[in-house]
C-alpha cells in the first residue's frame, strides 16, 4: 500500500471549515483513500472514503486531485467535538490484500 | 447492534504472566485485526487474519500469538508479558478489502 504523508497538527476555529490535507504520491490506479478519526482514547471510527471522484457524505467531504497524488478531508462546520487525531489511509482494493496499516495522522485542534 | 465487542476493557498483569485478549464481531465480517497503541502514537498492526482459517503478521507481531477461532472471534495471546507491552489493545474488523473497517473500543493492558 501507498505511504502517506499528513502535517502532524493543525487547529480551526468552531463553526469554521477544517481542512486537512493527505499527501499520497506513490498511490496506484487501484488503491482508495480512506480516511479515519480517533477521538481521546476511543476506538477509530470510519469518515469517509473515495478512489477518484469527489465523496461527500453526513459527515465530511472528501476532495482528491486529478493526478490522485494527494486528497483533503473536509469538515465543513467544525465543532468542539471534532477534536481528534484523523489518519489519511492508502488500500489497495480487491484480491488478497487486507492488510490495513496507520501512520501518526494528524491531529485536529477546534478551538472555541 | 454491538458491533466489535473487545474483553476485558482492563487488565493489569505481573511481568511473566500470560493472557488472552478476546474480540468479537457480530456482522458476519470477513477480516479481523488486532493493534495496539502507545500513548502519543499511531496504531501498529499486530496480526491480522484475512478470513476464518488465516492469520498473517503485521508490523509487530513480536511476542504475540493469535486464534481466529471462528468467523466471529479473533484473540490474541500474550504467553508472557513484558512491560513493552503495556498499551491499548483495539481490535477491528471489516467485510472486503475495499470496505470500511469497524474498532472496538479498547483494551487497556498494564504490564508492571
Known amino acids: 500500500d501507498a505511504k502517506t504523508t499528513q502535517p502532524p497538527s493543525m487547529d480551526c476555529a468552531e463553526g469554521r471549515a477544517a481542512n486537512l490535507p493527505c499527501n499520497h504520491s506513490?498511490?496506484?490506479?487501484?488503491?482508495?483513500v480512506y480516511w479515519y478519526r480517533q477521538i481521546h482514547s476511543q476506538g477509530p471510527q470510519y469518515i469517509i472514503h473515495g478512489l477518484k471522484n469527489n465523496e461527500t457524505n453526513e459527515m465530511a467531504s472528501l476532495i482528491i486531485t486529478e493526478d490522485r497524488k494527494s486528497s483533503t478531508l473536509i469538515l465543513p462546520h467544525a465543532t468542539l467535538r471534532d477534536t481528534a487525531v484523523y489518519y489519511c489511509?492508502?488500500?489497495?482494493?480487491?484480491?488478497?490484500?487486507?492488510?490495513?496499516?496507520f501512520g501518526k495522522g494528524t491531529l485536529l485542534t477546534v478551538n472555541p | 447492534n454491538a458491533g466489535v465487542t473487545q474483553t476485558p476493557k482492563f487488565q493489569v498483569l505481573k511481568t511473566g504472566q500470560s493472557m488472552t485478549l478476546q474480540c468479537a464481531q457480530d456482522m458476519n465480517h470477513n477480516s479481523m485485526y488486532w493493534y495496539r497503541q502507545d500513548p502519543g502514537m499511531g496504531l501498529r498492526l499486530i496480526y491480522y487474519s484475512a478470513s476464518e482459517g488465516t492469520t498473517d503478521k503485521g508490523e509487530v507481531p513480536n511476542g504475540y500469538n493469535v486464534s481466529r477461532l471462528n468467523k466471529r472471534e479473533f484473540s490474541l495471546r500474550l504467553e508472557s508479558a513484558a512491560p513493552s507491552q503495556t498499551s491499548v489493545y483495539f481490535c477491528?474488523?471489516?467485510?472486503?478489502?475495499?470496505?470500511?473497517?469497524?474498532f472496538g473500543q479498547g483494551t487497556r493492558l498494564t504490564v508492571v
Open positions: 489511509i492508502v488500500n489497495r482494493s480487491g484480491g488478497s490484500n487486507y492488510k490495513l496499516t
Open positions: 506513490t498511490i496506484s490506479g487501484n488503491e482508495y
Open positions: 477491528a474488523s471489516r467485510g472486503t478489502a475495499n470496505t470500511e473497517a469497524f
